[in-house]
């Protein structure tokens, strides 16, 4: 089964760190550009990061350039955001999604999200 | 940075047919794409590049574009149409993905 699974969330304190990974199975994930996108709660959908098949290319954000960072493992089809300095306004559901081979910039393959909430 | 702006809600009654507008400085110059997102849900593709539908996607939703403004118009509007509809482009300016603030669509 084609899928993502999110993991990693968790209640942090402001100013506290997280790190998120994303599971890809069913597909070959290296062929791939990935990006985290989030959703606070009631609220709507936000791009976070991208990340190209190889790696070599990562785009962020505004809101979370120079205190997230994303990566990835292809050996290991897993896909990463680490979050450090985080804000009350980081909270939000964070959820990893592929980016269609198709040429068209959309995304076409979304995981179910992780819960990361910044309160203290 | 680019902004696109929906209209938080719409309503529409059952059988009648619902439009969904995205205006966004240029918009015709870039790739238009639409995602239906229902409560507890990840988000479907519903339109891509302005009027394609993804594999599974009912000939009921349309898409198009007109000066700054482009649309996803859903006709026969049923009841399980109900859900946050977002647009979304990639800017090319800034390298970033781009979504509209999201139009709750409340079928009647």
């Known amino acids: 089964e084609v899928q993502l699974v999110e993991s990693g969330g968790g209640l942090v304190q402001p100013g506290g760190s997280l790190r998120l990974s994303c599971a890809a199975s069913g597909f070959t994930f290296s062929n791939y550009e990935m990006n985290w996108v989030r959703q606070a709660p009631g609220k709507g959908l936000e791009w976070v990061s991208y990340i190209s098949s190889s790696g070599n290319i990562i785009y962020y954000a505004d809101s979370v350039k120079g205190r997230f960072t994303i990566s990835r493992d292809n050996a290991k089809n897993s896909l990463f955001l680490q979050m450090n300095s985080l804000r009350v306004e980081d909270a939000a559901i964070y959820s990893c999604a592929s980016l269609t081979l198709t040429g068209y910039n959309y995304f076409d393959l979304w995981g179910q999200g992780t819960l990361v909430t910044v309160a203290s | 940075s680019y902004v696109l702006t929906q209209p938080p809600s719409v309503s529409v009654a059952p059988g009648k047919t619902a439009r969904i507008t995205c205006g966004g400085n240029?918009?015709?110059?870039?790739?238009v794409h639409w995602y239906q997102q229902k409560p507890g849900q990840a988000p479907v593709l519903v339109i891509y590049?302005?009027?394609d539908r993804p594999s599974g996607i009912p000939e009921r939703f349309s898409g198009s574009i007109s000066g700054n403004t482009a649309s996803l118009t859903i006709s026969r509007v049923e009841v399980g149409d109900e859900a946050d509809y977002y647009c979304q482009v990639w800017d090319s300016s800034s390298d970033h993905w781009v979504f509209g603030g999201g139009t709750k669509l409340t079928v009647l």
């Open positions: 240029n918009i015709g110059s870039k790739s």
């Open positions: 590049y302005y009027n």
